[in-house]
């Protein structure tokens, strides 16, 4: 059974910085692409941040290209969301997902795998 536990949200002023992580189970993180996204109030999920599971390439949102960096560690099975300069358009629960097949896992149904969210709130 595959579980994806997210953590590391909080409440964060403009400006400033949080880590989020993604410990998974079931799934190994460096043979499946792991991706972020995250899902505003009354909006969609949109695609945040993606590590390939080949090579480790990543692909960014242009929303968030220079401030956040997506990482793995395989030691740990863990994916981590670096997220510097937050904005207050930022706020949102941040999922971690597993990719399905060998999809890019740039849309939600790239992904079989979820995790439960984690909020971030950031304050102007």
């Known amino acids: 059974q595959v579980q994806l536990v997210e953590s590391g949200g909080g409440l964060v002023q403009a400006g400033g910085s949080l880590r989020l992580s993604c410990a998974a189970s079931g799934l190994t993180v460096s043979s499946k692409t792991m991706a972020w996204f995250r899902q505003a109030p009354g909006k969609e999920r949109v695609f945040v941040a993606r590590i390939r599971w080949s090579g480790g390439a990543t692909l960014y949102a242009d929303s968030v290209k220079g401030r956040f960096t997506i990482s793995r560690d395989n030691v740990k099975n863990t994916v981590y969301l670096d997220m510097n300069s937050l904005k207050p358009e930022d706020t949102a629960v941040y999922y971690c997902?597993?990719?399905?097949?060998?999809?890019?896992?740039?849309?939600?149904?790239?992904?079989?795998?979820w995790g439960q969210g984690t909020q971030v709130t950031v304050s102007s």
């Open positions: 997902a597993g990719a399905r097949d060998q999809r890019a896992a740039v849309k939600r149904d790239d992904c079989e795998y």
